[in-house]
């Protein structure tokens, strides 16, 4: 009796679907939100690239350097958050502009013992000078069994994108 049943069960196939199903979940899921994780991520680096251009163009056409109503750094800021409002969080954003004597002066960015930017200023210039634009955001990770693949154990990943440029000769002696 025991022989016969055992025979029958080994024999039946319906459930063979659902557990083929049930071990390949697992890993297709990971997959997929992987992929969705990794877009976003590059989607917030793109979206950083484009808002710190937008930004620094202010900067090279003294729209900036000759406005008088608002703090230069705070129009620079509003700059960004308004270009990037969708997936980067404004007040995590790092800015840092200074001015060079040549281009030669360029220098690689600073990190604080926790990771962060080292913020040496702002000090956007004037006519045709020399300035570096740095402008950083850490993106933190939405999946946690995802991050520390990509990221790193903190569970997020420093974005950062640097423009030099000289600021154009705005101020013109016409009448």
């Not at 937008?54 to 608002?70: F, K, N, P, V, W």
């Not at 409002?85 to 281009?103: A, K």
């Not at 939405?142 to 000289?166: C, E, K, W, Y």
Request: glycine share 8%.
């Amino acid at each position: 009796m025991l022989h016969k049943f055992i025979t029958r069960w080994v024999r039946k196939k319906e459930g063979s679907t659902a557990i083929e199903f049930s071990l390949m979940a697992i890993p297709y899921v990971m997959l997929t939100v992987g992929i969705i994780e990794m877009s976003i991520m590059y989607a917030s680096a793109s979206l950083l690239e484009g808002a710190t251009g937008s930004a620094a163009r202010m900067i090279r056409t003294g729209q900036i350097q000759q406005a008088t109503s608002e703090d230069p750094e705070t129009m620079f800021r509003d700059a960004i958050c308004s270009y990037a409002t969708v997936l980067i969080n404004c007040n995590d954003v790092q800015i840092e502009v200074s001015t060079m004597d040549s281009f030669s002066d360029f220098s690689g960015p600073s990190y604080d013992a926790d990771g962060n930017l080292n913020n040496q200023g702002f000090a956007a210039g004037g006519v045709s000078d020399r300035v570096l634009i740095r402008v950083a955001y850490r993106y933190s990770m939405m999946t946690p069994f995802i991050g520390p693949l990509l990221a790193g154990p903190d569970n997020s990943h420093m974005f950062i994108s640097t423009i030099v440029l000289q600021t154009e000769p705005y101020e013109f002696g016409g009448t």
